[in-house]
């Protein structure tokens, strides 16, 4: 089992920065793929980013050169740099660790969920 926890969300203007973390716990985690997703109102959950044990990262097109993920093996932690937000961007973001290779962006591939954490993105 692997326990996820974020932290970081908040209310920023349009333009604005946050950094997201999500600690880690229970299996290894520097074996898992870590990912990030999001979910605004009204629509379904999609992927944002995710990077692999080696720190192989891959993101969706929405947020390609604005979000940077990352990850720190020695304190269990996963990262999402955003910049230049927009209101588009305004959604629950969830954390999520899979066992299997393979930065997928396919919600299904992850077995572990955090409880999520708000970011607004005022105008």
């Known amino acids: 089992q692997v326990q996820l926890v974020e932290s970081g969300g908040g209310l920023v203007q349009t333009g604005g920065s946050l950094r997201l973390s999500c600690a880690a716990s229970?299996?290894?985690?520097?074996?898992?793929?870590m990912g990030w997703f999001r979910q605004a109102p009204g629509k379904e959950r999609e992927f944002v980013a995710a990077i692999s044990w080696s720190r192989s990262a891959n993101y969706a097109d929405s947020v390609k050169g604005r979000f940077t993920i990352s990850r720190d093996n020695t304190k269990n932690t996963v990262y999402l740099q955003m910049n230049s937000l927009k209101a588009e961007d305004t959604a629950v973001y969830y954390c999520?660790?899979?066992?299997?290779?393979?930065?997928?962006?396919?919600?299904?591939?992850?077995?572990?969920w955090g409880q999520g954490t708000q970011v607004t993105v005022s105008s």
């Open positions: 999520a660790a899979r066992a299997a290779t393979g930065t997928t962006p396919t919600r299904g591939g992850y077995a572990y």
């Open positions: 229970g299996r290894t985690f520097s074996n898992n793929v």
